[in-house]
DNA sequence: ACAATGATACAGACCTGTCTCTACCATCGC
DNA sequence: GCGATGGTAGAGACAGGTCTGTATCATTGT
């Protein structure tokens, strides 16, 4: 038995996760899940409460490849928060490029249960806070004049770009996302020296 | 008979409308706008093929609201394209912060029918190439150095604007669309002088 | 009379979640 | 060494509900 087979648990995630971002949560079934990754319908009823427990499962483990993202691209700019911020919006506008782009999964989530008190809507909502918190972090560090405001826009450019990704496919949606935020993060900072 | 009663075609439109907007179109059955519009289900389908045919003429619907309110907007700054634009996202910051906003119609629609050949995708990419054409105009008669860029820029916190009020309600989203379409096109017309 | 509409039952597909039965495999007692 | 035991997992049937779309019949307004 050379290969190593992965657990139940993990095979069901990585299908789920797959077929969730690319079709849809709603248009894809437990069954369509279970067949995919060979799986029995128990082995899936048996690690996931539910099939909202697994969407639930499946939001935070992409919130966890978000961060590593995130910290991936600022690790590259040590102590200079204002290059990091530009890096991660020059590699967010390469990613949607992608053609395996789809969109946001947090916002699509959101869009796809429009109930309240759907579970995956307060994992979205605590996703994009956290978000907004680092953002804000950053645009204080870099030396905005007024870091909510930045942190504000950029967040705002931030949806724009994963959704115009989606509908508004190849009219150069990553390249406007880089050049506005480089636009709004020299205008924001430009009135603060550093360390006057 | 005081009451002018309208036709089963209005009222199911009507009702599909709202609730399609409010709830989500994958989560409203034809079953519940029959019900909601007062109206048999023969009716409905007597007017629409399908329901898929329900869903675009919604869109459609959508549509020509959404083009009557921006052409309303514009009208208060007749050939003062700057200040239609600015009048525009001011519009739309108020708007998204009404209690009834549940985003963008059209992208939420896409986000819910991701398969490529569903009918509607192809209303909602024909909607968002409109709005990136009559943007790009403004910003041209606006005297932007590069209207193409602007209209991509403010595309973009227009997108934004859309699904951020609706994940990240009561953050001042919209207070952050007007002032952040304001920088922008701000530092986009600056380097151009009007009739020098 | 006639066209539009309401009411209702129904077909067939699909969805989530449960249940049973069987197979494998590691560990433990002896 | 070796059989018993228990945990994990595959296969498939099934229940109960919902969905779209169709068919049938009664009603109403003009």
Redesign the pocket.
């Known amino acids: 038995m050379g290969e190593e087979r992965k657990?139940?648990?993990e095979?069901i995630l990585e299908t789920a996760g797959d077929l969730f971002y690319r079709e849809g949560i709603r248009a894809v079934?437990?069954?369509?899940i279970i067949a995919r990754s060979?799986?029995?319908?128990?082995?899936l009823?048996?690690?996931f409460a539910?099939?909202?427990d697994l969407v639930c499962a499946y939001l935070e483990a992409i919130g966890q490849a978000f961060w590593g993202w995130w910290d991936k691209v600022a690790a590259r700019h040590p102590d200079d928060p204002k290059a990091q911020l530009k890096a991660l919006f020059a590699s967010l506008s390469r990613w949607i490029e992608s053609p395996n782009f789809r969109g946001c999964p947090f916002i699509n989530t959101a869009v796809e249960f429009r109930d309240p008190d759907h579970p995956g809507r307060a994992i979205v909502i605590g996703h994009k806070q956290a978000v907004r918190a680092r953002l804000r972090d950053l645009a204080e560090r870099a030396g905005a004049a007024d870091p909510n405001r930045l942190a504000g826009h950029l967040q705002l450019l931030m949806e724009g770009a994963y959704v115009g990704g989606q509908t508004l496919a190849s009219e150069g949606t990553g390249e406007s996302v880089a050049s506005a935020a480089d636009a709004l993060i020299e205008a924001a900072c430009a009135s603060k020296r550093e360390s006057p």
Chains 1, 2 share one sequence.
């Open positions: 657990s139940a648990r095979r079934g437990v069954d369509t060979g799986v029995a319908k128990m082995s009823y048996r690690n539910s099939k909202d």
